[in-house]
């Protein structure tokens, strides 16, 4: 089976992000959001929320990938070194937002 | 009732010499069939029309030259200049020749094949026109469609039992009269069909009600993987219709047919006893295995397909290619074919297409493309997740729909799904 969303993914200082517009972090959560109703569920307004908790999991944060990928119009890259904690929604949000400001 | 293909004595005389043709809307017989003078052989016949494609297959089977025989766009010019250097006359759709580079005997009888490219670039596969004659014994008389690309297995399965069989008469279906072959069939009385399951939908799709005037009484499925909604829409559609569903390539020939409206074959017709006249079916691993009276050239003892089965109950269901079918997301593994069948199964949709798709942490996610059936008004991607939630795993579930505004349909038929 597909494990939950794993405490720990890959961060650091992605490459050739740097001509790419980018999607707003309300536009991310909004789409996070959109994930989540299509599943059954909500996507509380507090940032702090737990991702355990609320079941936001790993195919779900792949999902979110997938629309942030499809309205930029490119691929995210999620090959380079680093590890970065992904607890929280505002976890999410700031690591695509990383990704997308490098 | 089902049954499997058996090889019974089979005649290659033209017995349907004086059976109808129609071509562009001209009632001919093959006899009356224009003619193509002085082909040569070996020779690559490449057509831009049915009449041409026919004409050739006659020369062919009068003269006992070898010949291949396509549309003049699937063979493009690196294969014509394979094709010159096996052998190989080029003749193009205005009459002109390029003579073989390689100098060689013919081989009489010969008649080759070329596969669909499913798995790269198109095969060249060795027939006779007795190998290709599979349907035999005495059949009702009726009048069938002839929708394939000239060359394609299929193609020659319609051509044959035609030319081979009394009462056989043809309908031919130029790709300029794909989308209203409906009101041509029914102009001249088809009443059999052979189609991929693209096809049909397609038909189903456009117009329902122009496909049920067509007085079907035999209507065949084959070249891709055949799911129980699409032979559920046509029982419907054509209660009083045999549906029957063929698994045939070019390498193997046709294997398996089932006509019991179920998708998939029964269980037990894997690992039977031996017989010479009957092809063996069996599946190493997940992949299909066959050894096949109907073989090509060289494909003597097991051939593996290349195609990937799943049970379901007492029946086997081919789902896809091997190589395309499985995917991995996060380690746990679903078939697209058994997705795709899921999404078809939705009232709402027409067609879709399944795979995988890039994706962060899980490796691969499940991606769909669908048409959706415009006459049962909207759908949406979360009415198609919500579906495929109380259906699939979840890993199974496409989280990635995109809407196309129609189903996608390549030359021979099918739509890569």
Redesign the interface.
Known sequence: ???R??AW?VDGDPLGFGTMSSVARGRVREMMGEVM????RSLPTDDTADLREIGFR??D???L???VE?ELGD??N?DAPGLRRIATVGDVLDFIEHLQSA | MTAAVTSRRRTTALIGDDNTVVVAGKRLTWRTLHKLPQLPSPAAVLVDSGADALAALRHHAVHGTELLVATESRVDMRMREELGESGFAIVLPNGEVTPAKLKRVEESGRAWLLTSGSTGRPKRIGHTLESLTTVTGDQPPRTWLLPYSPGTYAWWQVVTLSLTQADQGLVVIEPSELEEWPAIAAEHGVTAASGTPTFWRQAIYRDADALAAVPLEQITLGGEPVDQAILDQLREIFPKARISWIYASSEVGASIVVHDGKAGFPKSWLDREPDPERPMLTVQGDELVIRSPHHGAGLVGAVHTGDRIEYDGDRVLITGRLDTDEIN????KVSAGVVRNVLMGHPGVSWARVFA??????GR?V?AEVVPNRSLGPIT??DL??WC?TRL???GVP??IKFLDEIPQKETLKSDV
């Not at chain 1, 109703?37 to 059954?40: D, L, N, P, R, W």
């Open positions: 089976m597909v494990k969303l794993t993914v109703t299509a599943q059954g790993s195919l944060f792949s999902e990938a997938l629309r499809d691929e995210l999620f | 997301v996060g380690g746990s798709r890039k994706a962060p942490l899980v996610m991606a991607d979360a997740v919500q939630s795993p979840d890993y989280r990635r």
